[in-house]
Nanobody, 125 residues
Framework: QVQLVESGGGLVQAGGSLRLSCVAS????????MGWFRQAPGKEREFVAY????????YYSDSVKGRFTISRDYAHYTLYLQMNSLKPEDTAVYYC??????????????????WGQGTQVAVSS
């Protein structure tokens, strides 16, 4: 089993920055792809960012491209999401996830078998 624990969420003004962290523990699958998703009230959980097993390639949704950066620290089993130039529409619960299925689209929730409990990000205008 793998456990994922996010932290770093909070309340920030528009234009501000936050850095989310996600620490993996348990039977850590160090070399799996990992991603960030978010879910706003009344909306579906959506893809935000993904980093490959080796960390060599990253992918972003159009809505966050150029503002968010995903990275990982293998030595500390930690995934990060640096969020800059935050907007009110970025308000959501953010989840980290570890990929367990490589048969489909990396932006699809069903490719990820392990999820954290989420951390709330609120951006005020």
């Amino acid at each position: 089993q793998v456990q994922l624990v996010e932290s770093g969420g909070g309340l920030v003004q528009a234009g501000g920055s936050l850095r989310l962290s996600c620490v993996a523990s348990g039977r850590t699958r160090t070399y799996d792809g990992m991603g960030w998703f978010r879910q706003a009230p009344g909306k579906e959980r959506e893809f935000v960012a993904y980093i490959t097993r080796t960390g060599s390639t990253t992918y972003y949704s159009d809505s966050v491209k150029g503002r968010f950066t995903i990275s990982r620290d293998y030595a500390h089993y930690t995934l990060y999401l640096q969020m800059n130039s935050l907007k009110p529409e970025d308000t959501a619960v953010y989840y980290c996830a570890m990929r367990s299925d490589y048969s489909g689209n990396l932006a699809s929730k069903d490719q990820f078998g392990y999820w954290g409990q989420g951390t709330q990000v609120a951006v005020s205008s």
